[in-house]
């Protein structure tokens, strides 16, 4: 997959990273958040009838020099066919996160 969840409880549920430029990035903007969350849940395997979208690095802050903003419409198999770009904005303070399985 091109995207992972880390730092959760569950392999379901965890910090945003996508696989972009050779490594991995958190991404700290979401442009219709409730719609990259299915994308990131349909493509590790999970519902995604309701995910749930966590901000202010509720799974604590990634590391390295960038970090990205991602925006969806939905309805993709993989993250990377969602328009992705650069935030030079970003701060690791406002990682999200990702629950494919809330209670």
């Known amino acids: 997959p091109s995207v992972r969840l880390v ?5 379901s549920e965890g910090r945003l990273e996508i696989h972009y430029g ?4 958190t991404v700290c ?20 009838d309701q995910p749930l ?8 802050e990634g590391t ?6 991602v925006g969806c419409n939905g309805t993709e198999t ?3 066919q969602c328009v992705r770009y650069f935030t030079l904005w970003g701060s690791h303070s406002r990682d ?4 494919c ?3």
Not at 22 to 25: E, P
Not at 96 to 99: E, L, R, T
């Open 22 to 25: 050779g490594g991995w990035s």
């Open 7 to 11: 730092n959760g409880s569950r392999t």
């Open 29 to 48: 903007y979401m442009d219709s958040a409730s719609h990259v969350a299915r994308v990131v849940c349909r493509e590790l395997g999970f519902p995604t």
């Open 96 to 99: 999200k996160g990702v629950d």
């Open 78 to 80: 993989s993250i990377t």
């Open 64 to 69: 390295g020099s960038r970090t990205l903003g």
């Open 101 to 103: 399985r809330p209670p």
């Open 53 to 60: 979208v966590l901000g202010g690095a509720f799974y604590g």
